[in-house]
């Protein structure tokens, strides 16, 4: 079982930037990656996601144009920089690895077979 551990979290105010990094304890090249996250008091919603080439990403609307989901195959690394942040961005977000090789990376959470430990992000007003 391959662990995906996260970092880069912080307290920044609005308008600023952070990158968010995820590493794996093993090979992740034949998997779809993600980012999910869960805001106090609410469920977990996807957040960005890219295939397992790297070449296809998928944004949620709410940080389109914001965020940009990356990743380095032969470093087992997943990044996602995260623009012009918002108070409504503050939440624990999660690094996810779908099920299945070769694929699109996860929008739900049925296609994600492993989760990390969450970084926290608090976006102050």
């Known amino acids: 079982q391959v662990q995906l551990v996260e970092s880069g979290g912080g307290l920044v105010q609005a308008g600023d930037s952070l990158r968010l990094s995820c590493t794996a304890s093993?090979?992740?090249?034949?998997?779809?990656m993600g980012w999910f996250r869960q805001a106090p008091g609410k469920e977990r919603e996807f957040v960005a996601a890219?295939?397992?080439?790297?070449?296809?990403?998928n944004l949620s609307d709410s940080v389109k144009g914001r965020f940009t989901i990356s990743r380095d195959n032969a470093k087992n690394t997943v990044s996602l920089q995260m623009n012009s942040l918002k108070p409504e961005d503050t939440a624990v977000y999660y690094c996810?690895?779908?099920?299945?090789?070769?694929?699109?990376?996860?929008?739900?959470?049925?296609?994600?077979?492993?989760w990390g430990q969450g970084t926290q992000v608090t976006v102050s007003s």
């Open positions: 890219i295939n397992w080439i790297g070449d296809i990403t």
């Open positions: 996810t690895k779908t099920k299945g090789r070769y694929s699109a990376g996860p929008t739900v959470a049925t296609m994600v077979t492993s």
């Open positions: 093993g090979n992740i090249s034949p998997y779809g």
